[in-house]
C-alpha cells in the first residue's frame, strides 16, 4: 500500500511538470485556434470550511476542488471576532498559496470588518475602486484596468448583476454592482490575480470569488445581530441599517442550517455641477472673416447668430450683423482663432440629487455531511435595491444655444475665464428616478471522496441566478424664452467650477417658462445565468492531478421603451390649457421645480408609461439588446508539492480550453421600421497557466507566474445599432459586430517576507501584454450620410439639425468600438506592508499597500489605451485592538487618471479626467464582553474630510462634473447569543 502511495506520488509529480510544457504546446495551438476567438464561464474557487470535528473535507467552499493552498483549514472562519483574527487569515492565507492572490475575511460570522464589501476590496493591493456619486463603492478594478476585465463570482459561480450602476453610468458590460450585495453574509473575499487551469476564464485582470457563510463555519447554535443608525451631512437625516443570522448545527455534526436577513434605508443626496462636455464656437463664413469659413474647430455646437436679436440684453441693437469684425470689436485682445476655439460648457448647471436608496436581503444556506466521503451543500441568496430620487439641474444653454460672447477673455488654452454673454437661455430639467434591482442565485453542490482511500475526490455544483433592473426616468424640461433681455456673468478665473450669475432670478416661477421638452424613457435589463461544474482529483491534496469540465449559459438584455412624442401631445394640450403656472413652483435648490404629481395626472402619464414602445437606447445611454454566450471549458492541472533541502516549492499548472457559442441581437431602424438583427459567432482558446511558491527560507517565500488569459469584448459595443446619445443628435455611437476577445500574456514575479504573527512584507512586479483591445475609433458623419430618416428623430433633434444647417450638412460625430492595431503593454508593482507594532504598544498595528502602473501602447494603428484606472493609489490603515476595544483609521488615495478615450462632444483633443482623490474613514468598536450576548457598539465614519468627487475635460479648469457627497455617521450596536 506504501509503495503505491509513493508511485502514485511519483507519478503525479511527473505528470505535473509534464502538464507545465502545456504552456508551449497550447501557444502552438493557439494558432490555430485564434482563428475562432475564445468566450466564458466557469469559476475558481476560496478557502475551504473545517468540519465540526476540525478537519477538512479536502473541498472548497463551493464545492469544487481544491488547490493545496484552497484546503487549508484557516478559511474555516471559526473563531471569536477579532479584527487583528481577521488580518491573521490574511497573512496565513496569501502564504500558503501557490498562485499569487490576497483575501479579505470576517472577523466572525455577520461580522465583516467592512460595511461595504467593494470598501473591503479597496484595501488589497492593486484594487482600485468606482464610487457612485454619493462616495458608496459601487465596482472594482485590479491592476491598471478597468471594471469589465475583473471577473467576479459568487461561491464559484459567474455573478451577473442586472444595474446601471451609479448616476452617470450605463453599466453596459460584464460589471458587477457590489453594493446589492450586503457584507454581514460574507465571510471571505479571495482576489487571485494569477489564474489557475481550474479558474474561471475571462478575468484578463483578476477573479474575485466572494464566499457567502454556512452552517459548519462555526458549528453550534447561535443568532447574531445588528442595529445601525446612519447619519449623512447632505441628507440631513438618520436611517436604519439591521441584520439578524440564524445558525444550527446537530450534535452528530451531520446537518446544519443558516438563514440570515438585512434591510437597510439610506439618503441618496449629493450636491454638485456638471456640463455634460464643452463645445466651441460654430462661426460662420462671416463670422470667421474668410469665404471659406473653415476657423472653428469640428464638433462646435454654440451658434452664435449672425444678426442681434431684439432684447438680446446689454442694449445691443437689434438686427447688428455680427461678423468676425464686430466679434473683435466686443471682445478686446482676442483674435479670430481664440474666439473659433472659445470652450465654454455644454450645459453648465447646478445639480442636485435628493432621495432614498433602500436595501434588503436574505439567504439560507444547508449542509449535509452523512459521512466523513461526502459533503452537500445549498446556497441561496436574494437581495434587492430600490432608488427612488428627484435630479434637478437648472442649465446655461450652450450647445446649440445662440448666446452672444462680449469682453470674453480665454487661456492659453482658449478656455473661457470671462464673459459677458447676451442673449442667453436656461432650461430646467426635472428627472424623477425610479429604480428597482432584484437579484437571486441558488448553488447546490457537493464532494465525494470514491474508493477506499481519500486520494480520489469528485467536487460537483450547479447554479442558476437571475436579476432584474427597471428604471422609470421621465424628464420635464421648461425654458426661458429667447429675446427676453437675459444675460449671465460667466467667470472661470479659479475653483473647482465656474461661476455663472444670470441677470434674472431663476426661482421666479412668473419668468415667462415654456415647454422645451418632456421625455418618457424606461429601461428594463434582465440577466439570467446557469450552469455546472464538475472536478476530479486523483491524488492527496499536495500531490495531484485535477480535470474537470464546465458549463455555463450566460445571457443579459437590455430593453429601452420611449413614448415620449405621445406625452409631448398630452402635456402640450393640458399646458394650452391651464397654462404652466400651475405646474410650476419655487424650488429648494435656488432655482424653480416642477409639480410632478400634478402634471402627471393632468397628462395620463401612468398610461403612457405603461404602454411605452420599445426603441434602440435608452436613457441611460445604453444600447437596446441582447447576448447570449453558451461556453462549455475543461482543463488538465497538476499540483506538487516537493522538498528542496529543507525548502518547499509548490507547482501549480496546466492548461484550459474554453468554447463559447455567442448570439448577439439588436433592433435596428431599416427604413422606418425597428427590426432585431441576430449575429452569431463561435471561438474558443487554449489558456495555459503556470505558478511556483518557494521557500528560499522559513520566513521567505518567493513567487513566479506565467499565463495566458482572455476577456471577452463589451457586448454593447457590438450591439448592431445606431444610437444618439444626446437631444441634439450631435454624437452617436454604432456596434462593431466583429470585435474579436482581449487576450493577454501574463508574467508575475515577486515574494513575501514574514515577520512573524500577522506581519509580512510583499512586492509583486506584473506585466500583461494585451492584443485585441479596444479603442474608440470616431469620425464627424454629415447625417444625410448615416442611413437614418430624419423623420425618425425627435422634433428637438431635428430643430439642432437645422440649425447647424441642415441634414446634409450639420455633422455627427459616429463612434465605435475597434480592436486595436497595436498591443497594450501594461506593466506595474504592488508592495505591501502588515505589521503589528505590540513592542510600541499592545494591539497595535499598521496596514499599508501602495501600486503602480504604467501603460503603452506597441505597433501602428490606433493606440490601444485602458482607461479609468489611476496609475497610482495607496492604502494606509492604523489599528489598535485591546481590552475588547477596537479602533481603525483607513486612508485610501488614488492619483487623477483618464477616464475617457479622446473625440469627446466632437473635439478631437479632448478626453475626461478625473482628479485625484483621498478618502478617511473611521471604524471603531468596544465590546461588552460580561453582558448577555457580548454586545459591541460600532461606530463608523465614512468621507471624514468630506472628500469630493471632481472631473475636467482635458484642462484642470474645463470642469465636467463636481459633486459633494459629504460624510456619513453609522452608530449602532452587535452581538451574538
Excluded at 479579505?104 to 468606482?130: C, H, M, W, Y
Excluded at 484550459?656 to 422606418?672: K, M, N
Aim: glycine letters at 10%.
Amino acid at each position: 500500500m506504501v509503495q503505491a502511495r509513493i508511485a502514485r506520488t511519483v507519478l503525479s509529480h511527473a505528470l505535473s511538470l509534464a502538464l507545465l510544457g502545456a504552456v508551449g504546446i497550447a501557444q502552438a495551438q493557439e494558432a490555430t485556434a485564434s482563428q475562432t476567438p475564445s468566450q466564458d464561464p466557469t469559476k475558481p474557487q476560496a478557502k475551504k470550511p473545517a468540519q465540526a470535528d476540525g478537519k477538512t473535507t479536502n473541498s472548497t467552499t463551493n464545492g469544487t476542488a481544491a488547490t493545496p493552498e484552497q484546503s487549508k483549514t484557516l478559511g474555516a472562519v471559526n473563531v471569536s471576532g477579532s479584527y487583528r483574527n481577521s488580518i491573521q487569515f490574511q497573512t496565513d492565507a496569501k502564504r500558503d498559496a501557490t498562485n499569487v492572490t490576497d483575501s479579505v475575511f470576517a472577523e466572525d460570522i455577520g461580522k465583516f470588518p467592512d460595511t461595504n464589501i467593494a470598501e473591503s476590496l479597496n484595501r488589497v493591493p492593486g484594487v482600485q475602486l468606482t464610487r457612485d456619486v454619493d462616495g458608496e463603492g459601487v465596482n472594482i478594478q485590479i491592476r491598471g484596468l478597468g471594471t469589465d476585465f475583473t471577473k467576479i463570482m459568487l461561491n464559484g459561480d459567474q455573478l451577473a448583476v442586472a444595474s446601471a450602476g451609479g448616476l452617470n453610468s450605463q453599466n453596459q458590460n460584464r460589471e458587477v454592482d457590489l453594493d446589492l450585495l450586503p457584507s454581514e453574509f460574507f465571510t471571505q473575499l479571495t482576489v487571485n490575480k494569477t489564474p489557475t487551469p481550474s479558474m474561471t476564464e475571462g478575468g484578463v485582470a483578476g477573479v474575485v470569488d466572494m464566499r457567502t457563510t454556512r452552517p459548519f463555519d462555526n458549528p453550534g447554535t447561535h443568532l447574531t445581530y445588528s442595529l445601525q443608525g446612519q447619519y449623512n451631512s447632505i441628507g440631513k437625516d438618520t436611517k436604519p441599517r439591521g441584520s439578524l443570522i440564524g445558525s444550527w448545527t446537530n450534535k452528530e455534526g451531520t446537518f446544519g442550517a443558516t438563514v440570515g436577513y438585512t434591510a437597510s434605508k439610506n439618503d441618496y443626496d449629493v450636491q454638485g455641477f456638471e456640463t455634460i462636455g464643452w463645445t466651441t464656437p460654430q462661426l460662420t463664413a462671416a463670422q470667421c472673416g474668410t469665404a471659406a469659413g473653415h476657423c472653428s474647430p469640428a464638433g462646435g455646437s454654440w451658434v452664435i447668430p449672425g444678426t442681434i436679436p431684439a432684447n438680446a440684453g446689454f442694449g445691443l441693437p437689434a438686427g447688428q450683423v455680427i461678423d468676425n469684425a464686430w466679434l473683435l470689436a466686443h471682445n478686446p485682445g482676442l483674435n479670430t482663432s481664440q474666439i473659433a476655439n472659445a470652450l465654454i460648457p455644454r450645459l453648465g448647471r447646478d445639480a442636485y440629487t435628493d432621495g432614498t436608496n433602500d436595501h434588503q436581503s436574505a439567504m439560507a444556506s444547508l449542509e449535509w455531511r452523512p459521512s466523513e466521503a461526502a459533503h452537500f451543500y445549498l446556497d441561496t441568496l436574494f437581495s434587492q435595491k430600490e432608488k427612488h430620487f428627484d435630479r434637478l439641474d437648472m442649465n446655461l444653454i450652450g450647445r446649440s444655444g445662440q448666446m452672444i460672447p462680449t469682453n470674453m477673455q480665454v487661456d492659453q488654452n482658449d478656455v473661457v475665464t470671462q464673459a459677458n454673454f447676451a442673449n442667453a437661455q436656461y432650461f430646467l430639467e426635472d428627472r424623477p428616478y425610479d429604480q428597482h434591482t432584484k437579484f437571486y442565485n441558488i448553488n447546490p453542490g457537493g464532494t465525494l471522496l470514491l474508493g477506499s482511500g481519500d486520494d480520489l475526490k469528485l467536487d460537483f455544483q450547479a447554479y442558476t441566478q437571475r436579476s432584474w433592473y427597471r428604471q422609470y426616468a421621465p424628464s420635464i424640461d421648461v425654458q426661458t424664452p429667447l429675446n427676453q433681455n437675459i444675460t449671465v456673468n460667466y467667470n472661470n478665473t479659479g475653483g473647482n467650477v465656474p461661476t455663472i450669475t444670470p441677470s434674472v432670478d431663476l426661482n421666479n416661477p412668473n419668468l415667462g417658462w415654456q415647454y422645451y421638452r418632456v421625455n418618457i424613457q424606461n429601461e428594463t435589463r434582465t440577466t439570467d445565468n446557469k450552469g455546472t461544474r464538475w472536478d476530479l482529483q486523483w491524488g492527496d491534496d499536495s500531490n495531484n492531478l485535477r480535470t474537470g469540465i464546465a458549463y455555463d449559459d450566460i445571457s443579459r438584455e437590455i430593453k429601452a421603451y420611449d413614448n415620449s412624442p405621445a406625452w409631448a401631445t398630452a402635456v402640450n394640450a393640458a399646458v394650452a390649457a391651464n397654462g404652466w403656472a400651475q405646474y410650476i413652483k419655487p424650488g429648494k435648490d435656488g432655482f424653480i421645480a416642477i409639480d410632478n404629481a400634478a402634471l402627471m395626472a393632468a397628462t395620463n402619464y401612468d398610461y403612457l408609461n405603461a404602454t411605452a414602445p420599445l426603441t434602440t437606447a435608452a436613457a441611460s445611454g445604453a444600447n437596446a439588446g441582447n447576448i447570449e454566450e453558451r461556453t462549455w471549458a475543461w482543463y488538465l492541472e497538476g499540483n506538487g508539492k516537493w522538498d528542496l533541502g529543507g525548502h518547499e516549492l509548490r507547482l501549480n499548472g496546466g492548461v484550459r480550453h474554453a468554447e463559447t457559442d455567442q448570439s448577439i441581437a439588436g433592433p435596428s431602424t431599416i427604413g422606418t421600421q425597428l427590426q432585431y438583427i441576430t449575429l452569431k459567432n463561435t471561438y474558443g482558446y487554449y489558456l495555459p497557466s503556470f505558478n511556483a511558491a518557494f521557500n528560499a527560507t522559513d520566513d521567505v517565500v518567493l513567487r513566479l507566474a506565467a499565463s495566458r488569459s482572455l476577456t471577452r469584448p463589451d457586448p454593447s459595443a457590438m450591439v448592431p445599432n445606431t444610437n444618439f446619445s444626446d437631444p441634439a443628435a450631435e454624437i452617436a455611437t454604432q456596434g462593431n459586430p466583429k470585435l474579436q476577445p482581449y487576450l493577454s500574456t501574463n508574467l508575475d514575479f515577486g515574494g513575501e517576507w514574514y515577520t512573524g504573527n500577522e506581519g509580512y512584507l510583499a512586492l509583486d512586479l506584473f506585466g500583461k501584454r494585451i492584443k485585441g483591445f479596444t479603442v474608440s475609433g470616431t469620425n464627424l458623419v454629415p447625417f444625410d450620410q448615416m442611413g437614418i430618416p430624419f423623420d425618425s428623430l425627435t422634433a428637438t433633434q431635428q430643430q439642432a439639425i437645422n440649425l447647424r444647417g441642415g441634414p446634409a450638412q450639420a455633422e455627427v460625430q459616429v463612434s465605435q468600438q475597434v480592436n486595436a492595431d497595436g498591443t497594450l503593454f501594461l506593466k506595474g508593482a504592488e508592495a505591501n506592508w502588515v505589521q503589528p507594532l505590540d513592542f510600541v504598544l499592545k494591539g497595535l498595528g499598521v496596514q499599508a499597500n501602495y501600486t503602480v502602473t504604467s501603460q503603452k501602447s506597441i505597433g501602428g494603428g490606433v493606440p490601444a489605451q485602458a482607461i479609468g484606472v489611476s496609475p497610482h493609489t495607496y492604502n494606509a490603515t492604523a489599528y489598535w485592538e485591546n481590552y475588547g476595544a477596537m479602533v481603525r483609521l483607513s486612508y485610501t488615495w488614488n492619483s487623477a487618471q483618464i477616464s475617457s478615450t479622446a473625440n469627446q462632444n466632437g473635439l478631437p483633443f479632448a478626453q475626461i479626467k478625473t482628479d485625484a482623490r483621498g478618502q478617511l474613514d473611521l471604524s471603531a468598536s468596544y465590546e461588552f464582553a460580561q453582558w448577555m450576548s457580548k454586545p459591541t457598539v460600532t461606530l463608523n465614519v465614512v468621507n471624514l474630510t468630506k472628500a469630493n468627487f471632481r472631473q475636467t475635460i482635458t484642462y484642470n479648469n474645463a470642469a465636467y462634473s463636481y459633486y459633494t457627497p459629504g460624510y456619513t455617521i453609522m452608530l449602532g450596536v452587535r452581538g451574538t447569543f
